[in-house]
């Protein structure tokens, strides 16, 4: 039986969209198998306002890593995205994330951001090259233009 490494509490399994999470019933965190963090931060993105510019700011860890609540053995910390926002512990014999809430918010933010800025980039993307090919369009048609004149005169 999975216990919160906060306060022992037996951890209760609690689906979230697709994703079966292992929640504390004092609502201190949970446990997300490693490989379903992203379809649970996509699930919790939609429903939150993101605002691509928001700084969003670092979450307080902890100085040591939590015990794993499925084998309590010591689970190792590491930076979510790469950055020090949000350090996440995590038992890789187990597959297990310990996620408290504070975290989950801030990674659902950071995810959302993320996505949110990627599909900005895309849009100016497809918008720049729409007008590139409209430009390149412009100069095809008058150079026909110029060679039907000047073929025809």
């Known amino acids: 039986m999975s216990r919160c ?10 689906k979230q969209g697709a994703v ?9 965190g949970m446990t997300v198998p490693n490989n379903r963090l992203i ?14 510019e928001a ?11 939590n015990k794993c609540p499925a084998c309590q053995k010591t689970m190792t910390r590491f930076g979510y995205m790469g950055t020090t926002l949000v350090e996440l512990d995590r038992c890789a014999p187990c597959g ?3 996620i408290d ?3 989950l918010d801030a990674l659902a933010r950071l995810y959302g951001r993320t996505n949110k800025r990627a599909r ?8 720049r090259q729409r007008e590139s090919d409209q430009r390149i369009a412009r100069i095809l048609a008058a150079r026909r ?3 039907r004149q000047f073929y025809s005169g």
Do not use: F, G, K
């Open 5 to 14: 490494p906060i306060c022992t509490a037996s951890l209760e399994p609690c």
């Open 20 to 28: 079966t999470v292992q929640l504390c019933p004092n609502e201190h």
């Open 39 to 52: 379809p649970l931060l996509e699930q919790i993105a939609r429903t939150i306002e993101i605002d691509p």
């Open 55 to 65: 700084p969003i700011d670092a979450v307080a860890s902890p100085e040591a890593a």
């Open 96 to 98: 297990l994330l310990w």
């Open 101 to 103: 809430m504070v975290e």
């Open 120 to 127: 900005q980039r895309q849009d100016r993307d497809r918008q």
């Open 145 to 147: 233009e110029a060679n």
